[in-house]
């Protein structure tokens, strides 16, 4: 399959400001649970610890979707991707406090990271929950979801791998849907809430304002 590579960035270089709590995690378990991007080539057994079906979570924001998931999910691991110290440190701590196995995280860039330091057919589901919408029109070229981009991430996907979007941006779901479906590696399709999607407590704001919220799920057929 066929990836070509793209140099935009799909995300704002935030930094927000880091706690001691998180600080101290970022600098104490960073080395121990996760690692920064660029690097070299993960070997996912020893990454873990073990052999078993591994989530890419993009985005992870704070962190407490990816602990919720992971805790109800022992039998997979969950590799969560993020630029954001403060979410960093916060998913750090959390995943300590909570005892948690199956998670290893990754500071930086995630289309990096899958570019370079993932194999091919090595993840069993990647899930990207509420990407940077990038509302103004000259923006959109930034946002995550472009074909460039899904047939990169698809490339990384096992066959019968699931690929997760979630969006409360309805322009942004309508464009995910059509890259999506433009795939002829792929079949799904919006669809309800998954029960194992927690929601977040940025979902939970997005909600009460009015806004709706779109699931998308779709299959690696080859």
């Excluded at 101290?24 to 996912?44: M, S, T, Y």
């Excluded at 669809?191 to 194992?196: K, N, T, V, W």
């Amino acid at each position: 399959m066929a990836v070509h590579q793209t140099k935009i960035t799909t995300f704002y270089p935030r930094r927000g400001r880091v706690s001691g709590r998180h600080e101290d995690a970022l600098e104490r378990l960073l080395p121990r649970l996760g690692f920064r991007i660029p690097g070299p080539a993960l070997d996912l057994t020893a990454l873990f610890g073990r052999q078993a079906p591994v989530v890419l979570e993009i985005g992870s924001g704070m962190g407490d979707a990816t602990v919720a998931m992971a805790a109800a999910d022992p039998g997979r691991d969950y590799l969560a991707v993020e630029v954001f110290p403060p979410g960093l440190g916060n998913l750090l701590a959390t995943v300590e406090e909570a005892g948690l196995g199956n998670v290893r995280v990754a500071a930086g860039d995630a289309l990096e990271l899958v570019r370079h330091m993932l194999p091919a057919d090595s993840l069993d589901a990647v899930h990207i929950y509420f990407p940077d919408p990038w509302p103004k029109a000259r923006h959109h070229k930034r946002r995550l979801i472009q074909r460039v981009n899904v047939t990169l991430l698809v490339s990384r996907l096992r066959p019968g791998g699931v690929l997760h979007l979630a969006t409360d941006w309805a322009h942004y779901a309508e464009q995910m849907l059509e890259v999506l479906n433009a795939d002829p590696t792929l079949s799904g399709g919006v669809i309800e809430r998954p029960l194992s999607r927690p929601v977040t407590k940025f979902e939970a704001r997005a909600l009460a304002a009015g806004s709706s919220v779109t699931d998308l799920v779709y299959t690696r057929l080859s």
